[in-house]
């Protein structure tokens, strides 16, 4: 008699992003049985973003939202990832911000470099570097690191996730028809997919932007962000560590340099994909603030573009996470709308989202239900 092949696990994971990819560990290390399915799309957000985690942000130079939980998660998260794959992707080290006016000085003074926040209860510090301790960096306006701050490699992540789970016989890459792939046992307790023979009791969409192409949650408040970055080459620049300015900067070795991102919710619109109609415009919008920052701080002569990488951000109405279950199905769930933040968000979410799965009520703040599509 023919064995049977089919295949049954605790948790399907579709989608082996940022939000997949922190799914599968997490649900792996608590005991439970896993399969990754992903199409594998090379211009998925979560493979082109430059893995950055800052801890203060944005023109008010605030501490990034609930730092203070997500950032202890994150980084023993991937500590923890790199233990079990034996590669290295994560780096903490504190980032440079260089001010770009006596105004964002004096903000960051006021706020972080003074004495009175010397104890700031989320860890968060922030320092006086000279110039002339950071390869000769010009700073008509001083400049201050900030910690802790690090960078994960996400496509040395990701393929080494892949490559973990491939090992445990756990990732499928396959381009799931979600409205025609998936079948549900007639006791709604198991989500079958015939074409990989497989049998999950519950399911978590980690589609990203994709979740509109089906119906399990296309009416997630998504409000896409397109994003570009530069890869260049400035043979006189001589960074060493990821710098904030006008643009940011991360070294990636023989001269060459991360530049970005572009920000742009219109170009991105309703559409799940990148247009080439504004790719050019992007590019020269990074070139120029790459000489704003080169040749202002750095005095670099020149720099060759060696690559344009561009994707659509699962960003949120409010910028804050989607997590939740299906109104109808029990057992599906779906973890998204991460943003610009997906590195150091989701493995906290994560938990979070295996919290739901277990019965735990999710936060109105992490909740999908929290705000309909408008
Ligand atoms: C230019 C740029 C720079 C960025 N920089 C940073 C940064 O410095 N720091 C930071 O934290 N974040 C950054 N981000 C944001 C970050 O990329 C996102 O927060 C994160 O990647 C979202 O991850 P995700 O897993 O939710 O979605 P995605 O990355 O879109 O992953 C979804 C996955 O699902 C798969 N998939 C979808 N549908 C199917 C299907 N039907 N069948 C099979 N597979 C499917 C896709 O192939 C993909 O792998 C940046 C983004 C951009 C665009």
Known sequence: MRKSLIKKVDLIVLGAGLAGAAMAWQSHWQGWTVAMIDRLDARSSSRVAAGLVTPITGARAAASWKWDEFYPVADAFYRRCEQETGETFWRVEPALRVFGSQTERELYESKWLSARNDRNPLSIHADWVSAEENSGL?????????????????????????????????????????????????????????????????????????????????????????????????????????????????????????VGATYDRAGAGSENSVSEEKTMQFRAELIQRWESLAHGTFQASHHVVLEQRSAVRPASYDRHPLLGRHDVHDNVFCLNGLGSKGTLMAPRLAELAIGAMNGTTIDRVFSRSRRKVV
């Not at 307790?189 to 049998?199: H, R, S, Y």
């Open 138 to 258: 010009k700073a008509p306006f001083g400049m201050c690191q900030i910690g802790p701050a690090a960078r994960l490699d996400t496509k040395a992540y990701l393929g080494a996730t892949q490559r973990y789970f491939q090992a445990h016989d756990a990732f499928n890459q396959f381009d799931l028809n979600c409205d025609v792939d998936l079948v549900f046992d007639a006791l709604g307790q198991a989500v079958c997919i015939p074409a990989l023979e497989l049998i999950g009791k519950r399911i978590a969409f980690c589609q990203g932007i994709a979740a509109r192409e089906n119906q399990f949650f296309n009416d997630l408040p998504l409000h896409p962000a397109r994003g570009d970055i530069l890869l260049v080459e400035s043979p006189r620049v001589q960074l060493q560590r990821v710098v904030h300015h006008d643009a940011w900067a991360v070294p990636v070795g023989q001269h060459r340099y991360l």
